[in-house]
């Protein structure tokens, strides 16, 4: 591992921003690729934040720079992978259900998915079923995350699987829900394949579902 690569990845572990932007552009002027910085700096990074914030040492805040921090990254290499053709491990369609507008978590767990390789179809919030099920066919989709923040809303979870399983899709996607008010039972009852309580854990689940490393 290179020096600058090391300081990419502190960079996003103490929460720098504007220094993970700064390296990342001299990282690519040195001639270190896009998929470099992705899986030596990015993944492991994100891995260790996500190690931090179960282990109770990181808190919502810091976990929130450090996905900023990795944004910055993934704005100047993101054009640069898909001009090599690197193909990203799986693609996941996000997005808070109809009634909902809270981001912030949904947000988180778009970086942290991104960060650890996965290509993001942010479709926002207050998203009606049959915008989920346009976005799975648009986009090829192998995941399709749900969040809901509120127990009023919750209940738009099982009518978004119901929209997919009619479209004829639900063999072509895992279904990952979460949430404040979402437990493991309750994903279970309304036919999701994963449940993750956090955003740190979002992204290991999802790569147990497709049955990644």
Known sequence: MTALIETIQQAIISGDPSGAKEQTEQALVDGITAQELINQAVVPAMAEVGILFERGEYYLPEMMISALATKQIMGLIRPLLAESGVQPVARVVLGTVQGDMHDIGKNIVGMMLEG?????IDIGVDVPPEAFVTAIKDSGAEIVG????????????????RAIKEAGLRDQVKILVGGAPITAEFAAEVGADGFAPDASSAARRAKELLGLS
């Open 116 to 120: 650890a390789g996965f290509s993001v």
């Open 146 to 161: 749900i969040s809901a923040l509120l127990t009023t809303t919750m209940t738009g979870i099982p009518v978004i699987i």
